[in-house]
T-cell receptor, first 110, second 114 residues
């Protein structure tokens, strides 16, 4: 059973606008959430994370929001750039186990 | 910075062959993982190891085995490769698994089984 879900397989956004990627989870024991970015034929690279004691974490153009009551997190990219075009995976952790969503393919149109 | 190295970027094998995928990390991490990535299915955990000679099954261990004889090296073995094992294989490591940690990934091995 998929414990981490990304319901949007793809997203297209104009350059300079905001990209919002969403992720839902089912296990209330998850205490750490991460976003990874993946280019074709490369391994995922860490982007940003948030612990369950926070509701927002910001790093430059990237902000992750966590809504524990809704079991929902989102990644905001502002402004979006063509180099942001990639597949984004959200992940949730209980410590030594990581559970990944199915990914959202983001295309930023110049 | 942590480096996770996978021995091959691309591999082509025949059905029935025994396949070894090697992974080495250089930061003394306790935990190592093998995932496969398929379109529409995301990253699925095959096996993981939290110590030398220790291994745990992930979500899809069938048709695979692993070996961890040294802390820095984690090998994935396809005992008899089949076409449905054509996939991108990703190795990852994490420090201890006891806190807020992130996974570090290798560049991946794209395996084609013909």
């Amino acid at each position: 059973d998929q414990q981490v879900k990304q319901n949007s397989p793809s997203l297209s956004v104009q350059e300079g606008r905001i990209s919002i990627l969403n992720c839902d989870y089912t296990n209330s024991m998850f205490d750490y959430f991460l976003w990874y970015k993946k280019y074709p034929a490369e391994g995922p690279t860490f982007l940003i994370s948030i612990s369950s004691i926070k509701d927002k974490n910001e790093d430059g153009r990237f902000t992750v929001f966590l809504n524990k009551s809704a079991k929902h997190l989102s990644l905001h990219i502002v402004p979006s750039q063509p180099g942001d075009s990639a597949v984004y995976f959200c992940a949730a952790s209980t410590g030594n186990q990581f559970y990944f969503g199915t990914g959202t393919s983001l295309t930023v149109i110049p | 910075d942590v480096k996770v190295t996978q021995s091959s970027r691309y591999l082509v094998k025949r059905t029935g062959e025994k396949v070894f995928l090697e992974c080495v990390q250089d930061m003394d991490h306790e935990n190592m993982f093998w995932y496969r990535q398929d379109p529409g299915l995301g990253l699925r955990l095959i096996y993981f190891s939290y110590d030398v000679k220790m291994k745990e099954k992930g979500d899809i261990p069938e048709g695979y085995s692993v070996s961890r004889e040294k802390k820095e090296r984690f090998s994935l073995i396809l005992e008899s490769a089949s076409t449905n094992q054509t996939s991108m294989y990703l190795c990852a490591s994490s420090l201890t698994g006891t806190g807020y940690e992130k996974l570090f990934f290798g560049s991946g091995t794209q395996l084609s089984v013909l």
